[in-house]
């Protein structure tokens, strides 16, 4: 992992748990209702993952069939 990709995943880091802190502060202040709070929370998280895994790893499945692990393995 180059340093570039590094600061990429931090910042996305940094974006998630700032919108997260934001998003907390606007339901103790009752601005906007618990639930939809967590629901964007939880979107917006699932989406910043799936950015950031597609920007870094492009389309690379994370995980593998059988047939793939037992032909990696016999190598």
């Known amino acids: 992992m180059t340093m570039r990709e590094q600061e990429y995943a ?3 880091l940094l974006m998630m748990t700032t919108m997260n802190a934001f998003l907390g502060v606007l339901m103790v202040a009752e601005i906007i209702p618990i639930e939809y709070g967590m629901s964007l929370a939880l979107f917006a998280m699932c989406g910043m993952i799936w950015k950031c895994k ?5 389309n ?3 995980w ?3 047939k793939q692990y037992r032909d990696r393995m016999s190598k």
Do not use: A, C, F, S
Not at 54 to 58: I, K, N, Q, V
């Open 54 to 58: 597609r920007d870094l790893m492009g």
């Open 64 to 66: 593998e069939n059988p």
């Open 10 to 12: 931090m910042t996305m």
């Open 60 to 62: 690379v499945r994370l």
